[in-house]
């Protein structure tokens, strides 16, 4: 069930409203007020695809210092990625 935001005109106040299919948007009032003025926000979202967990892929240029024929080479820019992708941690 979607949960929408709704403005109130008469205190300025944002609430939540949990709103099934079959209810009417007009019987929802302020939480805060209680009054009947309200109307509904646009609100934000977010869109996640398969895509977006590529990104933390190297590119190019970040590899272009690795020995790929040499294993402590490779592990240390695997431990820079470790650490890039934890915060530095």
Request: contains cysteine; hydrophobic residues 25%; glycine residues 4%.
């Amino acid at each position: 069930m979607p949960i929408y935001e709704y403005y109130c005109e008469a205190c300025g106040s944002t609430n939540e409203h949990l709103v099934f299919p079959w209810s009417k948007e007009e019987s929802l009032n302020c939480k805060t007020c209680s009054h009947k003025d309200i109307r509904k926000l646009v609100s934000r979202f977010s869109f996640k695809s398969p895509v977006d967990n590529l990104n933390w892929l190297p590119s190019k240029e970040t590899l272009s210092d690795v020995d790929r024929s040499d294993a402590s080479s490779m592990n240390n820019h695997i431990s820079r990625i470790k650490q890039d992708r934890n915060g530095g941690n």
